[in-house]
């Protein structure tokens, strides 16, 4: 018996329950709990119509850990699949080590209050789950996940030694909005207006946003203009794979898209602290007197509210993405290199889970990984990335759940 918990209701966590419900016989109970639960009961409604399932639903408020272990300790999940936002990780770690459950991410830890993101914080508890025999699986979306398991992989079949890796995030869809993130604005817009960062002979090495760019050529798609970013799994690859020399992460955008990136920034409304704000107050504009009350706001807060929610972007939603992996290093005293990637139409997505691309690779992969440990493929006690488990069982899910993948040999990677 595998009883689960899926937290968060939103599009990767629709993706990932679509593909749970699929694979019945790994999954044998679910639960969906989110701070809404309207949306856990819409979501279960359209799964028990579709599937025959019998997905229950619960609200939760995955900030507090009391709530996180009333809920786990009366639902008992073996595995907690966290696809809330990258605040609550470590609430929902805390809940799950006082109720013994396991736990999987798709995103690493990140505070509210500082838009910064990396490992420490959640590699912190390795000691803690493994004392208690419990795993704790991170990153398993498509990049942090697919990406390192095919680093994984390529490490694994194709080379001694991996020196130069490029991870390298192609959305060729359009979505016919002027302006919309693919995944939770907040977190997006957060991630995307850092600092560059990546892997150098030893040390990382800083830019400023979107400083470095080039074109590159992405299969089925042609030349899209990259932009190097930092990206959370270099972090962890670069300890697990010593001999890489320089790894980096490149991602395309659109010029509209920086154009009103660009805007939203300089207007400040990608701020993440508090601004004070007048409001009227609503009972005394009926009593014909206009008394205002000072409210406090967060710019990118209200932003989230008033941008297109991703959720509902796959109807027009055209074209696939394209994410793969290029890398150069050493077989047998010879250079090599090798591109490994999948392409992901949105249209066939949106025909089977009524979500867009980019949550259909996030929400596969996390399904995936959810697989592997109930099938005791992925299960050792600790905190662990991806790319420290066999990357084999999962590759071969990859091809059979919907996220088919292509290697090129010897190739000209461009980087
Ligand atoms: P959404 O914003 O669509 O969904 C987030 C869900 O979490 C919502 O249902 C939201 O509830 C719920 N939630 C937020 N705060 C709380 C809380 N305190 N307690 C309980 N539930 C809460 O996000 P996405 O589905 O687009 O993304 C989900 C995760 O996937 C994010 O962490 C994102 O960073 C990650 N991701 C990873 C990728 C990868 O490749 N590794 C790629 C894309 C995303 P409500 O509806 O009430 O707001």
Not at 68 to 96: F, G, R
Not at 242 to 248: E, G, L, N, S, V
């Amino acid at each position: 018996m595998s009883r689960i918990l899926i937290i968060g209701a939103g599009g990767v966590a629709t993706v990932c329950a679509h593909k749970v419900c699929q694979n019945r016989d790994v999954f044998t109970e679910v639960m969906i709990a989110s701070r809404t639960k309207s949306k856990c009961d819409a979501l279960a409604k359209v799964l028990n119509e579709k599937y025959g399932t019998n997905v229950q639903t619960a609200q939760v408020d995955a900030d507090s850990v009391p709530a996180l272990v009333q809920l786990l300790s009366s639902w008992k999940p073996v595995l907690v699949i966290n696809l809330a936002l990258p605040y609550q990780d470590l609430t929902i770690m805390d809940a799950c080590l006082e109720c013994g459950c396991n736990y999987m991410d798709t995103a690493n830890y990140e505070p509210k209050d500082e838009a910064h993101f990396e490992y420490s914080w959640q590699w912190a508890y390795r000691e803690r789950f493994e004392k208690a025999g419990l795993t704790a699986i991170l990153g398993c979306g498509f990049d942090p996940g697919v990406t390192s398991v095919f680093t994984a992989y390529a490490a694994k079949h194709h080379f001694d030694a991996i020196e130069y890796l490029d991870i390298v995030d192609c959305n060729a869809g359009n979505h016919h909005k002027a302006f919309a993130t693919n995944f939770n604005p907040e977190i997006n817009i957060r991630e995307i207006t850092q600092k560059g960062l990546y892997w150098e002979n030893g040390r990382y090495i800083e830019t400023e946003p979107m400083e470095i760019h080039k074109p590159l050529n992405y299969p089925n798609i042609g030349p899209r203009e990259s932009y190097l970013l930092h990206h959370e799994e270099i972090e962890s690859l670069v300890i697990n794979y010593p001999t890489i020399k320089r790894a980096r992460f490149w991602m395309t955008f659109g010029q509209q898209y920086l154009t009103y990136l660009d805007v939203i920034q300089n207007i400040g409304m990608s701020r993440i602290d508090e601004v004070e704000y007048e409001a009227p107050l609503a009972d005394s504009m009926a009593n014909g007197q206009c008394s205002m009350v000072k409210v406090k706001i967060v710019p990118l807060q209200f932003l989230k509210a008033v941008l297109p929610n991703p959720q509902d972007l796959g109807e027009n939603y055209e074209g696939e993405t394209s994410i793969g992996c290029r890398i150069r290093g050493q077989k047998d005293g010879k250079e090599h290199t090798y591109y490994v990637y999948n392409n992901c139409s949105h249209e066939a997505a949106y025909r089977e889970t009524g979500m867009q691309g980019v949550s259909y690779t996030t929400g596969v992969p996390a399904m995936i990984g959810a697989m592997m440990f109930l099938t005791g493929k992925w299960a050792k006690p600790g905190v662990h990335n991806v790319e420290e488990f066999d990357p084999d069982p999962f590759m071969e899910q990859l091809n059979k759940q919907g996220l088919p993948w292509h290697e090129l040999f010897d190739v000209d990677i461009e980087l």
